[in-house]
């Protein structure tokens, strides 16, 4: 998910510019040619200003033909039907009225309603009549979407940020000595004013704080959320495309048979968690890429990444159930959504301590290793266990959605045992856990553990088969024992075969007759 945020960034500033240049696209009203029914045709034209996305506007086009019949179309439904009528009677056509909304504004297009006289289609002659009907809005400024704006200002925070501070420190330094004492008395004096505005600042962050709080429908934990869906969902579009200009030559093709198994995997999934909320609403795509990397992730858009290297380092279908589950569990749980909210929060809070260093400290070397301390603590106080928690929450889910699919969840702390031993047996140094985004395989491990059992009794609820054979788990215990037991005789017989081979030259230097090494040292 760490990726998914840096590459969002990335993807959407190389984006935001020629974004931004399609976000007011106003459309002229079309002229109405009216002509009579000799001449077999009345077309209509009606341009509707549709806000779709990045502006992308629509032209619908209603025609009308002399007849038995006369045709219409509504804007609403774009359905077209039919109204049985004769030459004589008259023809009323009304265009319905459209609004469209969107979450950064709210712009509301009525088309007038438009009558076709009689008189009009029965004139003698063909010449065409020319009706305009059009309308003026005054200009309107559209604000740019929430995301682009945070992308765009988010490189800028720290310098400016640092420059405020730095001005705050050279100002102070160059005050006289009198009117720092000045200064330092006037602060002084009305230092309950300073508290209120404070003590006001605080309250107007707290109240936004706890206004941009949600509840999850899944788990029930609040989280916070300062993106909308949809400006968020426009974000991940951005993404899916850097990633997809990034694989677009190592992606399987639809027939592979390691997409097919990808496929039908998430499917089931999907299938049988269909009551779940956001699942049934998300289109789901899958994606595998032909890469060593053991690594899978899911867009908030459905879009499902999947690499070869896990395909590879999983045993069965229930250990690959649970990790798709898994990176399921955090597109519908909006954890990126709700990591990025965090950060920008983060970021805004840094902003103000950023600022504060600079001011304080006295010297420039010195407010340099201030930042640094503080993106540290920010990082490994904050990021890091918030990133760990929401790991362990998709665990949670991920593990309850494989087992409402009938998997085997047995099998899913086995996987990361696996993942375990594998590092040990190529060396990979063991970090802490704290410095990681991730738990640690063998915390990961043991909380799966703990709710396995929870995960069973809902495979007992959904009507599943029971579970035959033995336990996964025992069976990898006592694989990895005999394992280190041929390894220890592998070991073993190998320090004998060494010993062999240096035997026979010790034999050899003990037969040398003492006289000849006597005689030797003598003549040198």
Not at 35 to 42: E, K
Not at 324 to 342: D, N, R, T, W, Y
Request: charged share 20%.
């Amino acid at each position: 998910m760490m990726s998914f945020i840096y590459g969002l960034q990335s993807a959407a500033r190389n984006c935001v510019f020629f974004r931004f240049n399609s976000l007011a696209n106003w459309r002229k009203c079309n002229t109405l040619l009216v002509t009579s029914p000799d001449c077999h045709q009345v077309q209509i034209n009606h341009t509707v200003n549709k806000y779709q996305r990045l502006g992308v506007s629509q032209c619908n086009r209603l025609t009308f033909l002399p007849g038995n019949f006369t045709f219409y179309r509504t804007f609403k439904n774009k359905r077209i039907a039919c109204l049985p009528s004769s030459k004589s009677k008259e023809i009323w056509m009304t265009a319905s009225k459209y609004t469209a909304w969107n979450d950064s504004f709210s712009r509301q297009l009525l088309i007038k309603e438009v009558t076709v006289v009689p008189a009009l289609l029965h004139r003698p002659s063909c010449s065409p009549i020319r009706v305009i009907r059009c309308f003026h809005t005054s200009p309107r400024f559209q604000a740019a979407p929430v995301p682009f704006l945070l992308i765009i200002l988010k490189p800028v925070q720290k310098l400016l940020a640092i420059i405020v501070g730095r001005g705050i420190r050279k100002w102070w330094q160059a005050l006289p000595p009198n009117k720092k004492e000045l200064f330092k008395e006037s602060i002084r004096k009305n230092k309950w004013k300073l508290f209120l505005g404070l003590s006001s600042f605080g309250l107007v962050f707290l109240v936004f704080y706890f206004t941009h709080l949600e509840v999850s429908p899944i788990t029930g934990r609040s989280k916070l959320l300062l993106l909308g869906k949809e400006h968020f969902r426009l974000l991940s579009e951005l993404e899916y495309e850097a990633w997809m200009e990034e694989f677009k030559n190592d992606m399987l093709t639809e027939k592979d048979a390691r997409y097919l198994t990808v496929k039908e995997v998430v499917y089931h999934l999907i299938e049988c968690n269909k009551d779940i909320p956001g699942i049934s609403e998300i289109n789901w795509v899958i994606h595998v890429v032909d890469s060593p990397d053991i690594n899978a992730f899911v867009l908030p858009n459905g879009q499902v990444f999947i690499f070869t290297g896990l395909l590879n380092s999983v045993n069965d279908i229930h250990q690959l159930s649970f990790l798709l589950g898994h990176e399921i569990a955090h597109a519908v749980l909006g954890h990126a959504a709700e990591k990025a909210s965090l950060v920008h929060l983060l970021d805004f809070l840094g902003m103000i301590f950023l600022t504060m260093i600079w001011a304080i400290c006295p010297r420039d070397s010195l407010a340099i290793l201030g930042q640094w301390i503080q993106s540290k603590l920010q990082e490994y106080m904050f990021d890091r266990p918030y990133s760990r928690t929401l790991e362990a929450e998709a665990d949670k889910i991920g593990l309850q959605l494989a087992a409402k699919a009938c998997v085997d969840v047995r099998a899913s702390s086995v996987f990361w045992q696996q993942m375990e031993f594998a590092d040990s047996l190529h060396g990979h140094p063991k970090l802490p856990e704290w410095l990681s985004t991730h738990p640690s395989h063998g915390n990961r491990a043991e909380h799966l553990d703990r709710l396995i059992p929870q995960a069973l009794k809902i495979r007992e609820i959904c009507n599943c088969p029971p579970l035959s054979g033995p336990d996964p788990r025992l069976l990898f215990k006592l694989s990895m024992k005999h394992f280190l037991e041929e390894s220890e005789k592998e070991d073993l017989n190998t320090t004998v075969k060494k010993q062999k081979m240096a035997t026979p030259s010790i034999q050899k230097q003990e037969q040398i007759p003492l006289t000849y090494i006597v005689e030797k040292r003598t003549g040198s």
